[in-house]
């Protein structure tokens, strides 16, 4: 399969947002926050990854300390067949990631019992596990990352990372991100992250992988 591997355009952002809202679908973490129906999963990852418009001005090249006060839109790395975005991975900029920006409040894991797929309470235990495992030091937080699941398997994904670590490399930054199957972080493992921590929620195990500058 010939495909084109690069730093995506802003027109190129909602398509890459749709490949991974359909990759991720099946995910752990979907399934543990809206349950076993697949079209309730489906319309919670659309909606999860969908973004406003994106501003016109072009921002990569402020990483090194030329970023605006206001924190930036995540930027994607992603692969393109025949003019079509087929995968994707995002990057928020340090302090600009949604555990960053996550109010105090919603950082205190909930007491009593576990609510059902689709309750706030879900989502609330989701959030404070990943406020509690951040990453204390600046860096780059990385997802959503997905390939279009025809394509999966074919080394699509590596070569996005591989672009992206890149960047990271160039940059001089940490990349951090969490991930829920033990697949991914063999995956990501290939790619120089190592785990810094572990949680579990019932039926949710989740990594913490960070990867240091080369």
């Given at each position: 399969m010939t495909h084109e591997v690069r730093l995506l355009r802003h027109d190129e952002r909602r398509p890459a947002a749709a490949v991974a809202a359909r990759?991720?679908?099946?995910?752990?973490?979907?399934?543990?926050?809206?349950?076993t129906d697949p079209v309730v999963r489906m319309g919670a990852a659309y909606s999860?990854?969908?973004?406003?418009?994106?501003?016109?001005?072009p921002w990569w090249?402020?990483?090194?300390?030329r970023m605006p006060a206001a924190p930036p839109p995540p930027?994607?790395?992603?692969?393109?067949?025949?003019?079509?975005?087929?995968?994707?991975?995002?990057v928020a900029a340090p302090g600009s990631c949604f555990v960053d920006l996550l109010p105090p409040a919603t950082t205190r894991l909930p007491g009593g019992p576990e609510g059902?797929?689709?309750?706030?309470?879900?989502?609330?235990?989701?959030?404070?596990?990943?406020?509690?495992h951040h990453c204390p030091d600046r860096h780059w937080h990385v997802g959503p990352v997905g390939?279009?699941?025809?394509?999966q398997g074919r080394g699509v994904g590596s070569a996005v990372m591989r672009l992206l670590c890149d960047a990271m490399d160039e940059a001089g930054e940490i990349a951090f991100l969490?991930?829920?199957?033990?697949?991914?972080?063999?995956?990501?493992?290939r790619l120089g992250f190592e785990v810094t921590g572990e949680a579990q929620l019932p039926g949710l195990p989740l990594w913490f992988m960070r990867r240091d500058p080369r």
């Open positions: 990759a991720l679908r099946d995910d752990p973490m979907f399934v543990y926050l809206y349950g999860s990854f969908r973004e406003p418009p994106a501003p016109a001005t090249d402020r990483v090194r300390g930027t994607v790395w992603g692969a393109v067949v025949q003019g079509h975005v087929v995968a994707g991975a995002a059902p797929p689709g309750s706030p309470d879900r989502q609330a235990r989701v959030l404070a596990t990943l406020a509690a390939v279009e699941p025809g394509l969490e991930t829920e199957t033990p697949e991914n972080v063999v995956f990501y493992r």
